[in-house]
């Protein structure tokens, strides 16, 4: 069960605190990209205001509604970079820092020492030339809205970072929810935090079941299938676990792995316990 990031700063910090709380993992990395296709819409942020208001088309209003969020999203960031703020930090705020810090940068309003990024001392933003990007999906009248904007397409090869997360303590397990909380969406969290909590509940099942004694690996996985899904309360509702025979074979390979469990000629048996 894995976890993934393009941004090294985040790499860097989940490597970093992950083991700081000893947390289990392994790292590997691997080509991929980042990907934007829409249009863009240059000027300052009164030039680009004015031209998105001059709009006839059914798109106005969603534009306008993006366009008031990067301001937002601008404004926001721009309370930080007053101050200085370290880079990893405020790359932690959300995927659209990067875009705007790169703006900012390319304008020159940026100065940068020792990790920390800040806001050169009396500089106008108004001045600054943005590009305000949104995806196609919005339009619906292309020809309307190319009268105001460019075709954009960004393509960032990149390395992706991938965290396979092989812990199957539940204290823990709390604990890594609480760090990738910090840098990813709540339901991407959510959906791994439960994946990694029912691999922990069936993982300790299995080894409850095969005790003291040598089971057959067939008959242990036949056992388990009958009785899924299984239902555990919990203080706040209902957990259900559900798993293939495909994955009790590969959860029993990872425990053989991690030194749980022997499997030799077609029988199971237990070394230790979680």
Known sequence: ???????????????REFKGRGISFETRERQSYEAFVGYAIEGTLEEIRAKIEAMESVEKEEILKGFNAFKENL???LGHLKEGEKVDEILAEGPWVADILDQLFRA?????????????????????RFQFKFPFELVHNPEKVEKIAKQFVF??????YEFEINE?????????????????????????????ISRAILSSELLRVIGERKIEEEEL???????MPMEIPTERGTLVINASREFLEDLLRFLEKKGY????????????NL
């Open 75 to 77: 404004d926001h960031l």
């Open 1 to 15: 069960m894995r976890i993934a990031t393009k941004s090294p700063a985040i790499k860097e910090a989940l490597l």
């Open 221 to 227: 996985k036949t056992m388990f299938l009958k009785a």
């Open 108 to 128: 020159g309003a940026l100065e940068y020492s020792n990790g920390t990024v800040k806001l050169k001392d009396g500089f106008d933003v108004s001045s600054v």
């Open 261 to 272: 469990v022997d499997r030799k000629a077609g029988k199971v048996k237990k070394l230790r």
């Open 168 to 196: 199957l303590d539940i204290g823990k397990i709390n604990e890594l929810a609480s760090i990738l909380g910090k840098y990813f969406p709540e339901e991407q969290v959510l959906k791994l935090y439960f994946g990694l």
């Open 155 to 160: 393509t960032d090869l990149v390395e992706e």
